[in-house]
T-cell receptor, first 111, second 116 residues
Framework: GNSVTQMEGPVTLSEEAFLTINCTYTATGYPSLFWYVQYPGEGLQLLLKATKADDKGSNKGFEATYRKETTSFHLEKGSVQVSDSAVYFCAFGTSYGKLTFGQGTILTVHP | ETGVTQTPRHLVMGMTNKKSLKCEQHLGHNAMYWYKQSAKKPLELMFVYSLEERVENNSVPSRFSPECPNSSHLFLHLHTLQPEDSALYLC???????????????FGPGTRLTVL
């Protein structure tokens, strides 16, 4: 069935370190791919998206590339900040607006 | 108000109580969703409404009863809940384009529910 597998957390980094959070998916067809972020005490916010193979989504210094051959959508950032501490969710969308989410990865960035 | 709002933000209830969660979207969207977020578990989609009709019910126990009176409002009526129902309940909305897999969902801040 459809599923999303994310790198297990928690991930703890120092400020300005490089971040990678792995995400792979199993789905039929060609879904759209998303990364959502949840800051403490808030709902989820869309961070970036890609709608077809080889698309690169980017926002706030974060990037992810839709890799159809490896069914992956890994999240990267070259230099993290303390304010990036949050929970990150990988997801894919199918017709009729349904999203399937990964389990989330907690990121903590220390000064 | 902008975006998606949820009330109350926090709710504590006993197992015999009846309460309701409210969600309102100010984005002109035509689809709304209820999710359950429990610790260490993926987000669980509970209900989907499109054009005010329920289009998905993911095997949710009948002690949860959704209501969508119009495209801007969504309720989740709760009765005789169990302690394991304690979680963050998130509401979301989207502009549902049937033929598209790209339907960005906008989330509210959630209601933190504790069942004693």
């Amino acid at each position: 069935g459809n599923s999303v597998t994310q790198m297990e957390g928690p991930v703890t980094l120092s400020e300005e370190a490089f971040l990678t959070i792995n995400c792979t998916y199993t789905a039929t067809g060609y879904p759209s791919l998303f990364w959502y972020v949840q800051y403490p005490g808030e709902g989820l916010q869309l961070l970036l998206k890609a709608t077809k193979a080889d698309d690169k989504g980017s926002n706030k210094g974060f990037e992810a590339t839709y890799r159809k051959e490896t069914t992956s959508f890994h999240l990267e950032k070259g230099s993290v900040q303390v304010s990036d501490s949050a929970v990150y969710f990988c997801a894919f969308g199918t017709s009729y607006g349904k999203l399937t989410f990964g389990q989330g990865t907690i990121l903590t960035v220390h000064p | 108000e902008t975006g998606v709002t949820q009330t109350p933000r926090h709710l504590v209830m006993g197992m015999t109580n009846k309460k309701s969660l409210k969600c309102e979207q100010h984005l002109g969207h035509n689809a709304m969703y209820w999710y359950k977020q429990s610790a260490k578990k993926p987000l669980e989609l509970m209900f989907v409404y499109s054009l005010e009709e329920r289009v998905e019910n993911n095997s949710v126990p009948s002690r949860f009863s959704p209501e969508c009176p119009n495209s801007s409002h969504l309720f989740l009526h709760l009765h005789t809940l169990q302690p394991e129902d304690s979680a963050l309940y998130l509401c979301a909305s989207s502009q549902d384009r049937v033929s598209s897999s790209y339907n960005e969902q906008f989330f509210g801040p959630g209601t933190r529910l504790t069942v004693l």
